[in-house]
């Protein structure tokens, strides 16, 4: 049973941010360029109708598929979004604490490694760039923790945001009983091992 639907899937984005930000959660698709994204709100995001949004989570072992759509007031333009990411502390976050409504913001990702900081900027392990060695693949070098890599990343949000009301954490063996969730495994995934 095929897509009704014939919006495009469009999975060119790093991953999602989940961030809470004005008392809400926000929901952030990440992008390497602020033009990128900026271009994209303009083009797509701009005008879907907000109560007709949806995001879909559909888990699979550590990973969990991410699924986003929504009617547009220009469907030439419209994309519906999807990627596969693995499982995160944030992720899980997310799922408990959202309560069914999240802001939708578009994010720049960007990353800085050992050699770019400043001693005292903090790895996404919780310790201090200075307490990572420079001499051994930039290890942390707290006993007690398992970082092996210096790594530390900024996330900033655009402006302008909608709201979303329709989100829904489903199991795969229960998909196709939610037509977006099955449009996006169908086209992105089974029709493709027929
Ligand atoms: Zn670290
Ligand atoms: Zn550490």
């Not at 990702?109 to 310790?127: P, T």
């Not at 990572?132 to 970082?147: A, Q, R, S, W």
């Not at 945001?161 to 996006?184: G, H, Q, R, S, Y």
Request: charged share 30%; aromatic share 14%.
């Amino acid at each position: 049973m095929p897509a009704k639907s014939i919006t495009p899937w469009f999975n060119d984005f790093l991953g999602v941010a989940y961030r809470y930000f004005d008392l809400r959660m926000n929901l952030v698709p990440l992008f390497a360029e602020r033009k990128e994204a900026t271009n994209l709100w303009q083009n797509t995001i701009h005008w879907w109708v907000d109560p007709s949004i949806k995001v879909r989570f559909v888990e699979r072992n550590d990973q969990y598929w991410f699924m986003m759509a929504s009617e547009s007031q220009k469907p030439d333009s419209n994309m519906s979004f999807f990627k596969i990411l693995p499982k995160s502390g944030n992720y899980e976050r997310f799922k408990k604490g959202n309560g069914g409504e999240a802001y939708l913001r578009l994010g720049v990702y960007s990353e800085h490694s050992l050699d770019d900081v400043k001693k005292s900027i903090q790895c996404n392990c919780g310790h201090a760039a200075e307490d990572h060695d420079e001499g051994d693949n930039d290890v942390c070098l707290y006993k007690t923790c398992h970082c092996k890599k210096f790594s530390s990343f900024q996330v900033n949000l655009l402006k302008r945001k909608k709201t979303i009301t329709d989100i829904l954490f489903l199991e795969e063996k229960n998909v196709k009983e939610d037509p977006l969730a099955w449009n996006c495994l169908y086209v992105n995934e089974y029709s493709k091992n027929e």
